[in-house]
Structure formats: C-alpha cells, structure tokens
C-alpha cells in the first residue's frame, strides 16, 4: 500500500469462481479470503457443488485454496456467507430453500488445518432477522434485519438488541480494526516515534539533563545545583 499504485497480477492459474452473491471476504492470517466454488465441467467437477474457500496471501501474492467440512463442500456456494470470529475464518450457512429458519455457524479453530473446522451454534432466524454481518470479539453477532435495521444478537442468551442503525440488508459491512502506528506513506514513521519516545526517556531517567546538549549547557546545570 505504501508504494501508491496498483499492479495486475497475470498467470495466477485460478481454476475456481468466487461466489458474488452475498460478496463476503475475510482477511485472516495475512491472506484475504473468499468464498468460492468450481464451475460444471471443470477438472474438479464432482457433480456436487464443490464449494470451497479461496484465499489470497498479500505478502507473497499467491492465491491457495482451502477445503471446508463436507457439511459445507455440498452446499450452493450463494448459501455460504464468509465472516471472522475471534481472529478464526467463519463461515455461515444458510436455509438452502426457506425463507426463513436457521443458518449454522462454523469455525476454523486452527487456520489450514481442515480436521479443525467445527460447528458452534445454529441462528434462529426469527423476528425478522436475515443476515449475519459480522462478529464481535467477545462472541456476539451482528445481524441485518428484513426491516432495514441493525440488531446485536447473543447466541448464549439468544436476546437481541436493536442498535438502532438502518440501512438495506446488504449495505452492512463490519470488520474488527486493530490500531497502529504505521503510515502508508511514511515507511519510517514507527523508527522516528520510536526514537522520539527513547530520547524522552533517556531525557527522564537522567534526572532532566539532555545528554545531547553541549557540555557548557550541562556545567551551567550544575553550578546552580550547588548554589
């Protein structure tokens, strides 16, 4: 990002489609991730719908993809909905014909490892609400409801609270910021605040004397100590 223009990747031998429906992406352990799916026909066609993760590693610019449960692998990649959950890739599944019902919450508790994709908890989805946005860290679901609202829902409890923010079910987007203090454009913006800061304490522990001021400044220091 820092460099300040955009470049095409060419040749990278994709062989699935990425699910545009719901449109839902994930950035977890450094790759960015969708939900995708191999077309009819292709070498991977199983006559199943074939729906899997694919993800795009930022640093080394590789695309990889990543098998779900079985659970998940044979349903409509439009019924997947790709989320985060406590730093861990989520995915949603939703009622393949119903309007309503529940959809099921599923986990990769170990990133890669397909042996640790796990189901958590299934959303009735009641009262009106339709789509799962995101997560909080501490567990709670935020949810789009059918009425253009946005409702805060515990799946322990299994209350909701509406948070009074509106909008169409797929203008919602949510995403966990970290804070930092890297600038796009100043790639030695952390080593200068960082020698701001030690020259500061070296300034404190020293008792108030600037070890990088010139001698006589330091004499002076001392000679009205002593009167």
């Not at 930022?58 to 959950?85: C, G, K, Q, R, W």
């Not at 966990?176 to 796009?184: A, I, K, Y």
């Amino acid at each position: 990002l820092s460099m300040g223009f955009w470049r095409r990747l060419i040749n990278v031998g994709i062989k699935v489609c990425i699910a545009d429906f719901l449109w839902s992406q994930a950035f977890v352990n450094g790759s960015v991730h969708w939900i995708a799916y191999h077309p009819r026909g292709s070498d991977n066609d199983s006559g199943s719908f074939g729906s899997l993760i694919l993800g795009f590693d930022m640093d080394n610019e590789v695309f990889n993809e990543i098998m779900l449960p079985d659970d998940l692998a044979h349903e409509l990649a439009t019924n997947l909905f790709i989320s985060v959950y406590k730093g861990s890739l989520a995915v949603i599944k939703y009622p393949r014909w119903e309007d309503n019902g529940s959809c099921s919450v599923w986990v990769m508790e170990e990133y890669g490892v397909w042996e640790s994709w796990t189901q958590l908890y299934a959303i009735d989805l009641v009262q009106g609400m339709e789509k799962v946005v995101g997560f909080r860290k501490n567990g709670d679901v935020f949810v789009a409801k059918e009425s253009k609202g946005l409702v805060l829902y515990n799946p322990k409890t299994g209350f909701t609270e509406d948070l009074g923010i509106w909008g169409s079910t797929r203008s919602f987007y949510i995403y966990n910021f970290e804070e930092t203090l890297v600038l796009f454009e100043r790639q030695n913006a952390v080593v200068e605040e960082e020698e701001e800061f030690g020259d500061a304490r070296a300034f404190q522990e020293n008792g108030g004397i600037d070890l990088d001021e010139e001698p006589s400044r330091n004499e002076d220091y001392f000679d009205a100590q002593e009167t």
